[in-house]
């Protein structure tokens, strides 16, 4: 009895490969990254960029799955100016610090394809694991007396690399558009949107939760693709074969 029922669904499985449309590809591009909290007006988005691999697997007419790795640098720079007034003094504190967080992301997208340029829009969760992380800067204190009136200015630099104070791991969504040609190219938009603190909450020096924000524009390349096999669930495919009879 259980040697028919492995046979019944290798059987099945080899009937799903069959119709199946399974490729793969590798895609890189750049990021804008930034963080949203309490003082987002804090932060400002930085550049960073991606790349990676992935395997498509077309199980519809117009619906796919997509499973990726990709290295991802996000990161935010740190900005701002903050005046204190204490006495006869102000406190001037002017912050400017680079950080890049490095990741490993694993998006796992549900693509629905349409449209007659192989254009489509797709959705998913995304794990991301934190790889490294480093930051370089500069914070500058100025303090003015009024009596006697006097100024005294301190410039230190900050830099580091490490992961303390930062969650390992980040749970998040993202949402994209693009389009696929027969040629094997593409081209994608998206947006990324982390669920998880950015900054674990038993190590870091704050309290404050925030979260990841990418954006992204990617091109990418399936490899060994003939439009026989790549795009037979494009709408435009289809109408050229029906041309071509």
């Excluded at 790349?51 to 519809?60: S, T």
């Excluded at 694991?129 to 480093?134: I, M, P, R």
């Excluded at 006697?148 to 992961?163: A, F, L, Y």
């Excluded at 969504?173 to 950015?198: A, P």
Aim: proline letters at 3%; a positive charge.
């Amino acid at each position: 009895m259980k040697q028919k029922t492995f046979l019944l669904i290798l059987f099945s499985i080899s009937c799903l490969w069959s119709f199946a449309q399974l490729s793969g590809g590798v895609r890189a591009g750049g990021n804008f990254t930034n963080i949203l909290g309490p003082n987002s007006k804090d932060f400002k988005f930085k550049p960073g960029f991606h790349a990676g691999a992935y395997m498509e697997y077309d199980f519809a007419t117009h619906l796919s799955f997509q499973a990726e790795g990709v290295y991802s640098v996000k990161g935010y720079r740190q900005k701002y100016t903050r005046t204190t007034n204490i006495m006869i003094s102000t406190i001037s504190e002017d912050v400017n610090v680079l950080y890049s967080l490095s990741y490993i992301d694993v998006p796992l997208i549900l693509n629905i394809n349409f449209g007659s340029m192989g254009s489509y829009i797709g959705f998913g969760p995304q794990v991301s694991f934190l790889v490294s992380a480093k930051w370089d800067g500069e914070n500058s204190t100025t303090t003015t007396f009024t009596n006697p009136p006097r100024s005294v200015s301190t410039t230190s630099t900050v830099s580091g690399v490490g992961t303390d104070g930062l969650n390992p791991v980040d749970f998040g969504v993202i949402f994209g558009l693009g389009s696929k040609f027969e040629n094997g190219m593409e081209y994608c938009l998206r947006g990324g949107y982390g669920l998880t603190n950015v900054f674990d909450p038993h190590q870091a020096a704050t309290s404050e939760v925030y979260h990841n924000l990418v954006l992204s524009a990617t091109i990418g390349y399936a490899f060994g693709q003939t439009s026989g096999s790549y795009v037979s669930h494009k709408g435009y495919s289809k109408k050229k074969k029906r041309r071509r009879h």
